[in-house]
Each structure stands twice: as structure tokens, then as C-alpha cells.
């Protein structure tokens, strides 16, 4: 304390001080922002990646979707049994639904998916011949599968709410309409 | 000189804290303006990907239209390729899009507007290709599609060219910024570093003369030294200083010399110094130097030192305190070999005290001389007087003048006594000073020479004198006597007049007093018209029994003007004559106003 009372060395004291103090804080500042703009650009990248995948994902789903509804709608015209058809209908009506929250979810999310509700139906899929209903059942059975596979996928890999919504509103359904496929299967094997 | 060099401190320190501040200022732009430069270059990289990004999905579109025609032209599915993969790629370009443009909300609305577009102009594609017959290209449905399918891709590509010119228009501003910040900065910095360059040149300019009168003045203060040390070799003195807070003593060169010792031959302590000192004085001096470090003062004190010859010497010591720049109390004293001054003292005492023995023994002979030459003068007067009395009819016309002169010298010996203890009692007197009216001290004087002015009609004109502070008798006599010498030196057969004239006067401006103690004097003047003298014996005229005139021509002792002298000096003032032969003498008294 005896050398503080010297204002001369007290005033050379605290700019020694102030002078480390700032070098310290701007070297610390300069690594600080090194290691913060690293740390942006692999959040940017990570970010990039999972958009690329949501998109993926989302497309996927949508394409699955939209076979989905293809097929109901030729099963429709091929099944004769009323009850089943009815099942069909269903199922095609929630997915449906379905592909309108798909869209209202990618143009939120800048993401392109094809518009299938506009679009006109594959004719390779919709001309179904009495023979090819079992094959397009279990080719429904295993896109609905897929689509259920692709949610939970989408589920694990996203943090997104939008995303999060979706897919708790969508699983329920897609479920019901697995199992009312499996029914529908079931039936036509009883019945044959 | 101390001033001026205080001054170019603060000044320097001024400019030093000045030059911290524009170097801080310095290092503070160039950082902000690196990373101005740094984020205007990070925007510019922004819009550079954000339009490779659009170009992208326009390039994937063209793309996946080529591919449609191709299939359309050739029916081969290997053309729709860049159709089935182009929306992948367009996603992955609107993920980079995305993030991009997280904080841009304009641009995410034209890029969904965009997308929206693209999902049309993707299905279009999709409705185009499915719609067609078998190879008619002709068909007016596929035609109308095809159409419907070119304004969307028209469409998309003006709303993306219409983003891209957006971000063409910020990129530019973007770069104009970047551009007047990399032209601002190099000026903004060479100005304070130009600044900064002439304070420090200002600052060297001030140092280098500071250094110059600091060497002008070190040279003085090296000869001041050097006087000093030769000037208290002469004046037999030493210095020394003692630091009250550190308990130190520093003893100059001379101060060793004082002490019969070789200059800083010992530690200067007190102690040590206390080795030298008289064995009778030492205690004295200790309890005085304890009294020194508490008063922080010390009086003037007088010691002995022995020197180790044997030499006694007498010194006198004197301190005083003064606060130094780091504000320390220091004592700076000097002592001073008083040894010759104390052995002229003693021989001076012993010379006064035979003077003042003789001088009375010289007063009591007078005053007992002049006593008792009076008795026998008595006597001879008496006897003379029956002498005249019983025989005068019987002696010879030769013995009477015989005691013609016998009486005569008798006569002139009681005048010569009666004079003689009169200056003997000025000398004696106890001199009492009082407030007096001079006037009556005139008039009484007067009263004194009545019959002598009577008979001689002498006319005698005197101002009125204000009281002064004197021994009454004396200057009563003093006017007596003056008055009495004029008529006495009166012009045969003219009627004496004395003019007594008086003023204050200041002391400087009159001649007459040399070296005064006072300021103001009072000024009494005595002119007569008698016959006046020589100017050669004005201060003559004043010595004891001298006289001027044979005592045949004028009777007198040449005791007056004398007694008139010491009468004006035991009142600490001047007396002054000057005459003219034949024409009169003027006297000039000085008392001081006290």
C-alpha cells in the first residue's frame, strides 16, 4: 500500500492494468469469435443437411401418399363388395386429408412435393385388373408401412413443431388405414 | 524556472495521455473497421450463394423441362431423369435457400411464391406428359398444357430474375458500403496517425528543450554549489538538513571542516556528532535536538565542540523546517564558528568596561575638579573684594592694576568653572524625556537672558512650536545658550535680531542629516545678523574651549556651543552652523519625532 500513495507509479500501475486487461479481453474476443463463427458455420451446415433431409423425407412421404391414394382409387373400381369399398374410400379420403397437411407443411417449409390432389391418376396403377387387387393390396399395405416407417424417421431425425404436429396428426390415421387394409385383405382372402 | 518546468510536466504528461488515447482510438477504428470489412465481405459472399442457389433451381428446372421434351420427342423414359431427380435438387437448393435466408422475411415469401410456381410448373410437366396421345403431339389439349407449362416457367423465371435483381440491388449498396468504409478507413487512420505523430514530435520538441534548460540550470546549480561550498569555507559555516520522517541526518563538507574533521569523514548521526561536542555542552545540545525533532524548529543555539587537537570552538546553530515535493518534512539548519566573534566580543566587553570605567572617573574629576576649584576661587575672590575694600586708597597705581587683573582672571576662572559643570551635568544628567511646550521653554530661556537682551535691545521673533518630546532644562539651555551667542557676536552698532524659524521636515530630503533613524525631524533654526564667521569652522566651532575670537575682543569659555552639541546628541538629533563674515550665522537644530 506504501507505493500507492506515489500517484505517479499508482497512475503507470492501473494503465499497465487496463492495457493488459484490454489485450487479454481482444485476444480472448478474437478467439472467442473464431471459435463462434466455426461453431455458426457447422450449425449453418447442419441446418442445410436437415432441411435436405426433412425435404427428402417429406417428399418421400408425399410420393408414398400419393400411390397411396392411386391405388385406393383403383381398388374402388376393381373390389365389388360394398363394405370394402367403403374401407377404400376411407382409407383414400385420409390420405387425402392427409396430402393437403403435407402440402400446407412444405410451403411453410419451402419445400416442393408434388400437388397430387391436381394431378391426373396413373393409368398403370388405376387400370386394375380382378387379378392384380391382391398385389395391389399388399403393395398398399407395404407403402402405408413405409409411409408409417418414413414418420418415424421424420420424427426422430426433425426438430421441427410444424413437423412435430404433423406427424402426431398423421400417425393415428395412417395406422387405421394399415389396419383397415389388412382387413380389407383379410376379407378378400376369406371370401376367396 | 521550477514553474516553468512543472508546467512542461503536465504538459508532457498531457501529451502522453493524449497520444494513449489516439493510439486506443487507432486500435479501436482498425478493429471495428476489419470487421466492418469483414461482415461487408461475409454479406457479399451471402449474396453471392443466395444467387448460385436461385440460378440452381432455374438451371435444375430448364433441366427437367429439356428432359420432358426429350421423353415427349423420343418416348424414352431415360429423358425424364432430370425431371424425376430435379425436385431433390431444387429441395436441396431451397434448404440452403432456407437457411440463407432465415432473417429475411421478403425473400422467403417471393422463394414460396417461387416454389408454389415451380410445384405448378412440375405438374404441368407431369398433366403434359401423361395427357398425350399416342405420338399427336398435334392435340389441342397437349398444345394448350404445353402453352400453360411455358407461362409458368416465364413465370418462375421472371420472379427469380426479379429476387436475383433484389439481391443484385443489395449486393451492390452492400459493396458501395464495403468500398466507402475501405476508402474511409486508411484516412481516418493516417489522420490519427498523423496526429499522433505530431504530438510526439511536439512532445520530443518540448523534452529536448527541457533537457537543454535542465543541463543550463544543472550547470548554474553546479556552480552555486561550488560558490557555496567556497563561501562557507570563508564564512566558517556548514549546512546540514534532517529528514524528520526518516530520522536522517546529511551534513555538508564544511560542517566536517567545523569539526576539525575531513569531509564526510564519519556517518553523519547525531551521535557521532555529539562525540565532538563539549563534555559540559552535551547534554544541553542532546535535550536541544530532542526539542528540534519535536518542534520540528530549532532557535538559534550555542555550543562547544573540541577539536581532537585540542582547539576549543564556539558555534551557533539554526533550523528550519521546510516540506519538500514529496511532502517530507525537512529540517535545513546552519552552524555557523562564532569562535572569533565571541573572542572580539569578550575584548570588545573588557575594552567598553574600561571606557565606561575611565569615562567615570573622567566625569567625577570634572564635576569634583570643578567643585572644588570653586572653593579656593571663593576665597580669592573674598580676600581679592577686602582687599579693594580696606587698601584701596593705599596701594600703588600699579598694585591696583595688578588687582585690576588678578580680579579679571578670577572672574573668568568661576566663569570657566560654572561652565565646566554645566557640560558635566549634560553629560550626568538623567536623561528624562518629556512631552514639552517648546514655547514656554523659549520664553523661560528668554527670561533667563532678560537683562542681556534689555540692555543690547536685541528683538528676537520665533514661530509657535508645536510640544516635542525632550529633556526640559536641556533644551531650555540649548535656546540660552544660542540666543546668548548671538547677542554676544552682535554687529557693533546694530540692533541683534534672532529669527527662531520651525518645520517638519522629512529626513531624506535634507543634507544635513547624515545616516538618520528616524523619518521625520523637527527643524529649528536660529538666524541672527551678527558678525557671523568663516563657513571653513562650522564643525570647529562646536569642539570644547574652541574659540574663534581672542577672549580680549569677546568674553567666553568656548564651553557653549559644546554643551549645545551634547544637549542636541543626547537627544538623538543634529546640529549644523554656517555664517557669513559680517553678515550673520544661521544654527540649525534637528530633534526626531519619535
Known amino acids: 500500500m506504501k507505493y500507492f500513495k506515489n500517484r505517479k507509479i499508482t497512475v503507470l500501475f492501473i494503465f499497465i492494468v487496463i492495457m493488459i486487461g484490454i489485450s487479454f479481453n481482444s485476444c480472448d474476443e478474437l478467439i472467442k469469435s473464431k471459435k463462434l463463427e466455426n461453431k455458426k458455420s457447422e450449425l449453418k451446415t447442419q441446418a442445410i443437411n436437415e432441411n435436405k433431409n426433412e425435404a427428402k423425407l417429406l417428399l418421400m412421404l408425399s410420393k408414398d401418399n400419393q400411390e397411396v391414394i392411386n391405388l385406393t382409387k383403383a381398388l374402388q373400381e376393381v373390389i365389388n363388395k360394398d363394405s370394402i369399398v367403403d374401407l377404400a374410400k376411407k382409407i383414400e379420403e385420409t390420405h387425402v386429408q392427409f396430402a393437403e397437411d403435407l402440402q400446407e407443411v412444405a410451403t411453410d417449409k419451402l419445400i416442393s412435393i408434388p400437388n397430387y390432389p391436381e394431378a391426373p391418376l396413373n393409368k398403370s396403377i388405376v387400370n386394375l385388373t380382378e387379378e392384380d387387387k391382391f398385389k395391389a393390396l399388399n403393395k398398399l399395405k407395404s407403402i402405408i408401412d413405409n409411409q408409417l416407417f418414413i414418420l418415424n424417421k421424420l420424427s426422430k431425425t426433425s426438430n421441427s413443431k410444424d413437423f412435430k404436429t404433423l406427424i402426431v396428426k398423421a400417425d393415428s390415421k395412417i395406422n387405421d388405414s394399415l389396419n383397415k387394409t389388412k382387413n380389407i385383405l383379410n376379407v378378400l382372402n376369406t371370401n376367396s | ?594
Open chain 2, 1 to 594: 524556472m521550477i514553474k516553468t518546468l512543472s508546467n512542461n510536466i503536465s504538459f508532457l504528461r498531457t501529451t502522453l495521455y493524449i497520444s494513449a488515447f489516439v493510439i486506443l482510438v487507432v486500435g479501436a477504428l482498425t478493429y471495428r473497421s476489419i470487421t466492418e470489412v469483414t461482415k461487408s465481405s461475409e454479406l457479399i459472399t451471402h449474396t453471392y450463394k443466395v444467387n448460385v442457389e436461385l440460378e440452381q433451381i432455374l438451371s435444375n428446372l430448364k433441366d427437367a423441362e429439356t428432359g420432358q421434351r426429350g421423353y415427349i420427342i423420343t418416348k424414352d423414359s431415360v429423358f425424364l431423369e432430370p425431371y424425376i431427380s430435379g425436385r431433390s435438387k431444387i429441395n436441396n437448393s431451397f434448404a440452403e435457400l432456407k437457411v440463407l435466408t432465415k432473417d429475411d422475411t421478403i425473400l422467403k415469401e417471393s422463394l414460396i411464391k417461387v416454389n408454389s410456381l415451380i410445384n405448378k410448373r412440375l405438374l404441368a410437366f407431369q398433366t403434359s406428359y401423361r395427357s398425350l396421345p399416342k405420338g399427336d403431339i398435334e392435340d389441342p389439349n397437349f398444345i394448350e398444357n404445353f402453352r400453360n407449362g411455358r407461362a409458368l416457367m416465364d413465370s418462375i423465371r421472371d420472379n427469380i430474375k426479379g429476387i436475383i435483381k433484389l439481391q443484385n440491388n443489395l449486393l451492390k449498396q452492400r459493396r458501395s458500403e464495403y468500398e466507402s468504409d475501405l476508402m474511409a478507413t486508411p484516412l481516418l487512420l493516417f489522420s490519427l496517425l498523423l496526429c499522433s505523430l505530431i504530438l510526439m514530435y511536439v512532445a520530443y520538441n518540448s523534452i529536448y528543450k527541457n533537457i537543454k534548460r535542465l543541463k543550463a540550470t544543472n550547470e548554474e546549480l553546479e556552480i552555486f554549489k561550488e560558490s557555496t561550498n567556497q563561501s562557507e569555507i570563508v564564512s566558517k559555516h556548514g549546512s546540514w538538513t534532517y529528514n524528520v520522517k526518516r530520522d536522517e541526518f546529511t551534513y555538508s563538507d564544511n560542517l566536517y571542516r567545523l569539526l576539525g574533521e575531513q569531509p564526510q569523514s564519519f556517518k553523519p548521526t547525531i551521535e557521532n556528532f555529539l562525540t565532538y561536542v563539549h563534555p559540559d555542552d552535551v547534554e544541553k545540545l542532546t535535550m536541544q535536538v530532542e526539542q528540534m525533532k519535536e518542534n520540528i524548529e530549532l532557535p538559534y543555539i550555542y555550543y562547544r565542540v573540541v577539536h581532537k587537537n585540542g582547539n576549543i570552538k564556539h558555534l551557533k546553530a539554526y533550523g528550519k523546517s521546510v516540506v519538500n515535493e514529496d511532502d517530507e518534512t525537512v529540517l535545513l539548519g546552519t552552524t555557523a564558528d562564532i569562535t572569533d566573534e565571541i573572542i572580539s566580543f569578550r575584548i570588545l566587553e573588557e575594552r567598553n568596561a574600561e571606557l565606561e570605567r575611565n569615562n567615570k572617573e573622567l566625569s567625577s574629576f570634572n564635576y569634583v575638579a570643578s567643585h572644588d576649584l570653586q572653593e579656593p576661587l571663593r576665597k580669592i575672590q573674598t580676600f581679592l573684594s577686602r582687599l579693594i575694600d580696606e587698601e584701596e586708597g593705599k596701594l600703588s597705581a600699579k598694585g591696583n592694576k595688578y588687582i585690576d587683573r588678578i580680579q579679571n582672571a578670577a572672574t573668568r576662572m568661576r566663569l570657566l568653572i560654572d561652565d565646566l559643570l554645566q557640560f558635566s551635568r549634560s553629560n550626568k544628567a538623567d536623561k528624562v524625556f518629556e512631552e514639552s511646550n517648546i514655547n514656554l521653554l523659549l520664553e523661560a530661556a528668554k527670561q533667563d537672558l532678560a537683562e542681556v537682551i534689555s540692555a543690547e535691545n536685541a528683538v528676537i521673533t520665533s514661530d509657535t512650536f508645536p510640544t516635542i518630546t525632550v529633556i526640559p532644562f536641556q533644551i531650555q539651555q540649548l535656546f540660552v545658550n544660542l540666543i546668548g551667542n548671538a547677542i554676544k557676536y552682535r554687529m557693533e552698532g546694530k540692533i541683534p535680531k534672532i529669527n527662531i524659524t520651525h518645520q517638519i521636515v522629512e529626513a531624506e530630503n535634507e543634507d544635513n542629516i547624515i545616516k538618520p533613524k528616524y523619518s521625520h525631524y523637527h527643524k529649528i533654526t536660529f538666524t541672527d545678523n551678527g558678525i557671523g564667521f568663516d563657513n571653513q569652522y562650522a564643525d570647529q566651532i562646536f569642539v570644547l574651549f574652541s574659540r574663534l575670537h581672542n577672549k580680549d575682543q569677546y568674553s567666553g569659555t568656548g564651553i557653549g556651543l559644546s554643551i549645545c552639541k551634547k544637549i542636541v546628541e543626547n537627544h538623538k538629533g543634529y546640529i549644523t552652523a554656517s555664517g557669513q563674515p559680517e553678515k550673520g550665522a544661521v544654527f540649525t537644530v534637528y530633534l526626531p519625532i519619535a
